[in-house]
Structure formats: C-alpha cells, structure tokens
C-alpha cells in the first residue's frame, strides 16, 4: 500500500463503522415495528416515509454547506449524535411512540453520514493523488463490506436474545464510532467545490437529472429484484429454506471484486462504455434469476447480479459526480437521495404487485424498469 493510500486508512475505518451502525439498524427497525411490537405492515411506510423525507432533506443542506466550504468534522458529528440518541432511547424504551420519533429523528440524522463521507472522500483522495473513481471504488467496498456484516449480526443477536439487544449493540457500535471519528477525522478538513469549470465544459441542462433517472431506474429494478427473491426462490420455485441466504452469499461475494474492478474499467475504457455494458448485463441478470429452477441456476444468477451490481454501485456515483464538477458534494447527496427514494418505492410495490400476480412478475417487471435505463443513459450521454 501506497503512503497515500495509508494516510486514508483512517477515514475509511470511519466509513466502516459508521456504515456498521446503519446496517445493523435500517433493515432491523421494519422487523422490529412488525414482529417486535406487532403493528400491522402499512406502519412501515410511515416510519420509513418519515426518515426517508428527514434524511433526504438533511443530505441536501450538508451538501450545499460542504460545497461551500464548512467543515465536515461537526456535520459528521451530527449524524454521530443523532445515531446515539437513537439507539439509547431505542435501548431504554423500545415502543412504537419512541420509533416514530426519536427514532425517526435520529437515525434519520445519522444516514447522512455516508453521503457526506463520500463527498469528503473523494476530495481528500484527489489531495493526495488518488483519482476520486478510484477512491469512490473503495469506498463503495467498504460500505458493501459493513453491510454484509451489520444485518447478519443484528438479526443473530435479535433471535437468540430478543430484539432490544439489537438496539444495545447499537450503543457498542456508536461508542466505536465515536472514538473512530474523534481520531481518524482531522478537525480542519473541508470538501469544497472546485470552481465552476467553463461553459463550453459543462453539460446541458437537465443532464445531472437525467444521470438521476438513470440511477433510479437501475437502483429500483435492483430493489424490486432483491424483495422479491426470496420469496420466490422459496414459494414459487420451491427450493430450500437455505436458498435466499446462499444467493445473497454469492451475490455479496461477487459484487466486492466487481467494486474493485470498477476503476480499472474506468481508467481503461473511461465512465459511459462500462455503465452502458453494466446496464445490459443487469437486464440479462434479472431475467435469468426470473427463469431460475434449481440450486445451480440460482448461484449463477446471483453471481450476475453481484457482478453488475457491483459495477452499477461504483460507476454510477462517479457518472453522476461527473455531471456537477463545481458541485460534487450535491451530486453525491442526489445520487444517496435517489438510491433512498428507490428503495423505499421497491417494498410496496413489491407487495402489490405480487398480489395481483406473483414474484416472478415483480423480477420480470424489473428487467424491464432496467431495460428502460438503457435510452435514458443514451440520453444523457448525448447531453453530456
């Protein structure tokens, strides 16, 4: 490793653990609303619609302030303290009023960490000669790594010692967390923007949101696929229990060596030629798990949907950030915002399609929501 690349080991152990405290918690808390405290489902889209719109908003305003040249260190403390609240409150009193307030309020501050970490990473990286789709890469392999690990843990813990150690644990993961930020992060470091580049170098009106739209669809058709799945590995298809979690073993697997190899594809053929081939593949990929019947075809799908999700997840920060150069601390919160909006919209309308048909058409409506990616990035490359 490269004396440049030790000097951000820090920061991407905060990146760690900070996502480590997210993915023990976000896909826990609509467990915990249901099976916990026995609401009926349609309360997920209340306390999910409330933290969504919160952490949406917030990603926004840090984003302009980081642009501006505000110091990043007390926004991430922010997201810090909202994380602690949270989980303390969660920890002491684990009840329906608490989640749809602290709760909300909390861990709805703390996921904008990650898009204010991304923003902040990419410039301190080009400060130190790493070039911000190669740093992007590596963060997006963190993140993934703090995501394989945070959910397994939480539902572990939940099943054999009830779901408010969960919460507990969440405490541990916020002391860790503060410790990791009060001494990898420098207290002086800032992310501004560049200044604006010249008019005949920036792109046409509308590009950034067509880079938007583009990362929507392909975002969303990944979260149809990813609800639906199990169910349909199970129900439909009629393979083992085990199934889903093998699938999401291999798919996991896969997508870290693909985050990798994304800079090496971009150094080598540039951002729209890889993204246009990752976004053929996802269309291949989701219609071949549509047609899976047995354990085989299962793996080779999923090791499909890892490999272009794997690239869809680091090209596509860096194609958006290459929309707004003078502002790419926006970008990066537009990109998280829209990754958000597409997961919450996935959940529902997984539901509802599967019934009035079944889970196979939610994947093969999603082949085709990703199908549809493919004249939009043809759009904007052309407004490029």
């Not at 090209?315 to 502002?327: E, H, N, P, V, W």
């Amino acid at each position: 490793m490269t004396p440049a690349a030790r000097s951000l080991t820090p920061f991407l152990l905060l990146l760690f653990t900070s996502t480590l405290g997210n993915s023990a918690i976000v896909p826990f808390m609509p467990f915990f609303m249901v099976d916990g405290l026995g609401q009926p489902p349609w309360m997920l889209s209340v306390y999910a619609s409330l933290a969504v719109a919160l952490t949406v908003f917030l990603n926004r305003l840090f984003a302009r302030r980081i642009d501006n040249g505000a110091r990043v260190f007390p926004i991430l403390g922010i997201a810090l303290a909202g994380f602690v609240l949270a989980s303390g409150s969660m920890a002491l009193s684990p009840s329906l009023p608490v989640m749809l307030s602290v709760g909300v309020l909390g861990f709805g501050l703390s996921a904008t960490s990650i898009s204010a970490m991304f923003a902040t990473g990419g410039h301190m990286a080009e400060r130190v000669g790493i070039a911000r789709p190669t740093f992007n890469a590596w963060m997006r392999a963190t993140t993934s790594t703090a995501w394989m690990i945070g959910p397994a843990v939480s539902f572990s813990l939940s099943g054999a010692y009830g779901p408010q150690i969960v919460f507990q644990f969440a405490c541990a993961l916020a002391v860790l967390w503060g410790l990791v930020w009060r001494i990898g992060l420098p207290r002086d470091i800032t992310a501004p923007a560049p200044p604006k580049p010249p008019a005949d170098l920036t792109s046409a009106p509308g590009a950034l949101w067509l880079a938007a739209a583009f990362i929507f669809c392909l975002s969303i058709a990944h979260g149809l696929t990813f609800s639906a799945l199990p169910l349909f590995f199970v129900q439909e298809v009629g393979l083992p229990d085990f199934a889903p979690g093998a699938a999401f073993s291999v798919k996991t697997f896969v997508e870290v060596f693909a985050i990798f190899g994304s800079s090496f594809l971009i150094a080598r053929y540039g951002l729209r030629a890889p993204l246009m081939a990752c976004t053929v593949l996802a269309v291949g990929a989701i219609l071949v798990l549509a047609s899976v019947e047995t354990l085989s075809q299962m793996a080779f799908g999923s090791a499909l949907e890892g490999l272009y999700y794997g690239l869809f997840a680091s090209l596509g920060i860096s194609y958006i950030q290459s929309f707004a150069q003078d502002r790419p601390a926006q970008a990066t919160a537009i990109y998280w915002n829209t990754l958000m909006l597409s997961g919450l919209l996935a959940a529902p309308a997984v539901g509802l399609i599967a019934q009035l048909a079944d889970f196979r058409t939610v994947i093969l409506l999603a082949s085709g929501v990703a199908a549809l990616a493919i004249p939009i990035l043809v759009l904007g490359m052309r407004r490029a």
